[in-house]
């Protein structure tokens, strides 16, 4: 019986942590040992949801969830022999280092929403090529002329235990009530060129809370599982 | 059963409801709410709404422009002028927004649709109005009590009511995008600002109030805040769509705003009996005069021609900039393509070329229409020219 429990627990944390990979080709050079990686600090927004349904930004939330996925990334970094800068943006958001980044963001949601969007762009079903172009040079000369940047953007709501409990309530009542979720969108962009190598986006599970540097490091583990680093 | 859910939603709602509200009192100077509050996560996501908003393409960047509505502002801003901070936004509806950390937007149709210096600065009081009494927090605050009593009451209701609260003020094309992208677009941005957006009547009438008393105490004229709002409920009625006009000035180019005569009655009251006051019309219009065609031009986008003749037509009142503004007609009345509509666009267009500030396009437009026109009446063509 104690097995059983174990093996739905199971496939319930891998049901629940999803991970979704694009890379823009299978046999990508990786990046040679010691390549300088431009950790760009994640753009994270945490909100609680309360039992009613309405949200409230809570910025300290966002503020441990970006500091803990930025420490991670540059963990994960150096264990693969990387050597991880990391880069403020609100120090750029002017000239052409700040346009890059807009343009990445840009870029960004336009991969969101043709490449992960329910209605795939039909020229973008098979391949993942997206570039911000040679421009994207400005962002390494920048930065001490850093090979890769790697992007992380994060949204989300935790339910509020009034809201968890409405959620059981609902559950027996027959009515689904949404419950927290947070979703972590991660990019890996070529500075020489600007190509967009991997992307992934992550539905974290209830252990891979980004609050805490456990669940970050889950976290992640499973946003970087496949990326080519 | 049912009864026993009613139970246990109410003991969630309560749990889930704020400590107590605060009332209408002002805020305290240099305020900044602690990191870990619903206050300060507002103050975060207006935080980078603002930075997105500072290197935004849609932004006017005229020095001279951006000086003059800053002075506006700090008129009527008394002590809270440092902490506001404003960006004008080339978008063609009326409309002005404030945030609760200080970043304060008002739109060029705003800006286009105020006739002087003096209704100038009562929308600009009125937006600072709600943020010296944190109209922002409280509306959050009042979101959260609605959505709690709608939870009393049925569980399926607030479920649905809760969806549409945080889509609400943004646009179909918002929620279809939110859907197409599973929630991984901004929902925080969008629920955070809409709280902003959503201030009850209560506290715009309120608003009213505190734009018309520091508008006053500025030395504008008291009639200035009324007299705006009217032509905006003037304009609503001309608009080419029913649905805009059956509206109480409510939705569409007021989103943000909704009037009601209530609100200008409330005005009338305040201003009886007071004393006139300056209304620096002049000086507002030789203000916004370099930006008049464009920001004309983008108007012409919103498709409603009824609207836009009207505010022409009332632009034109003072006799001035009548090149400009007979273009823009002509323009308006080519697009529209009604039966008659390019001969009376002709019309304008010779209008405007009679004034010096005609933009070059006029005698391009004349040229084309002479260019397609039937060949009887080229001859009357030349004969005007």
């Known amino acids: 019986m104690k097995r059983l429990i174990l093996a739905i627990a199971l496939l319930c944390a891998a049901g629940c942590a999803t991970a979704n990979t694009r890379l823009a080709s299978e046999d990508l050079p990786r990046p040679p040992a010691g390549s300088r990686i431009l950790i760009v600090q994640p753009d994270v927004s945490l909100a609680l949801l309360t039992a009613v349904g309405v949200q409230e930004a809570r910025a300290d939330w966002s503020q441990q969830g970006r500091d803990n996925i930025a420490a991670q990334l540059t963990t994960a970094m150096a264990a693969k022999n990387h050597a991880a800068e990391a880069f403020n943006p609100t120090d750029a958001v002017d000239g052409r280092v700040g346009q890059v980044l807009r343009l990445h963001k840009a870029v960004g949601e336009s991969i969101l929403f043709a490449s992960y969007g329910p209605i795939p762009l039909p020229t973008k079903k098979k391949n993942f090529q997206w ?65 967009v190598l991997w992307s992934n986006v992550v539905i974290a599970s209830p252990n891979s809370d980004m609050r805490e540097g456990a669940g970050a490091e889950a976290l992640v583990k499973l946003l970087l599982k496949d990326a080519p680093l | ?115 002087n210096e003096a209704q100038l600065s009562f929308v600009l009081g009125h937006e600072i109005g709600h943020f010296k009494e944190n109209h922002s927090i409280e509306a959050q605050r009042a979101l959260k009590n609605r959505m709690t009593g709608a939870m ?135 203000t916004i005069r370099p930006h008049l065609g464009a920001w004309l031009r983008d108007d012409l986008r919103r498709r409603d021609f009824g609207q836009s003749f009207h505010l022409i037509e009332r632009l034109m009142a003072q006799g001035e900039d009548l090149g400009t503004l007979n273009f823009y007609k002509g323009e308006a009345l080519r697009m529209r393509r009604k039966d008659g ?38 001859r009357r063509l030349r004969d005007l020219s």
Request: charged letters at 20%.
């Open chain 1, 131 to 195: 570039t911000l172009g040679e421009g994207a040079q400005e962002l390494s000369r920048a930065a001490g002329d850093a090979n890769y940047a790697l992007f992380t953007f994060a949204r989300g709501t935790y339910s509020s235990s009034g809201r968890a409990a409405m959620a059981v309530v609902g559950a027996l009542a027959g009515v689904a009530i949404p419950t927290g979720q947070q979703q972590v969108f991660a990019s890996l962009v070529d500075l020489r060129t600007g190509q």
């Open chain 2, 1 to 115: 059963m049912r009864r026993a859910l009613a139970g246990v939603a109410l003991a969630c709602a309560i749990g889930a409801a704020p400590a107590a509200p605060a009332g209408a009192e002002p805020r305290a100077l240099g305020l900044r709410p602690d990191v870990a509050t619903a206050e300060g996560g507002l103050w975060a996501e207006s935080d980078k709404a603002e930075q997105a908003a500072r290197r935004s393409g849609e932004r006017n960047s005229s020095p001279e422009l951006n000086a003059y509505v800053t002075r506006v502002a700090c008129g009527v801003a008394g002590d809270y002028c440092p902490e506001i901070r404003i960006y004008l936004m080339e978008r063609p509806f009326f409309n002005a927004t404030m945030a609760p950390n200080g970043y304060m937007e008002v739109w060029s149709g705003l800006m286009l649709r105020a006739e």
């Open chain 2, 152 to 286: 009393v009451v049925g569980l399926a209701v607030a479920v649905a009511g809760a969806a549409a609260a945080v889509n609400s003020p943004s646009a179909d094309a918002a929620r279809s995008i939110m859907d197409a992208t599973r929630g991984i677009v901004d929902i925080v941005y969008l629920g955070a600002i809409s709280s902003f957006f959503a201030f009850s009547r209560e506290n715009e009438t309120d608003a009213d109030g505190m734009g018309f008393r520091s508008a006053v105490a500025a030395g504008y004229d008291p009639n200035a805040g009324a007299a705006l709002w009217r032509n905006l409920v003037e304009e609503q009625k001309k608009s080419d769509f029913e649905k805009v006009r059956r509206e109480e000035a409510r939705g569409g180019l007021f989103n943000t705003h909704p009037l009601s005569e209530d609100r200008i009655r409330a005005l009338d009251t305040l201003a009886r009996g007071g004393a006139p006051g300056r209304l620096d019309r002049e000086a507002y219009r030789a």
């Open chain 2, 341 to 378: 509509d390019l001969a009376a666009a002709r019309l304008a267009y010779e209008a405007a070329i009679a004034h010096a500030d005609a933009p070059a396009p006029a005698w391009r437009e004349l040229g084309d229409i002479a260019r397609w026109a039937p060949r009887r009446s080229a």
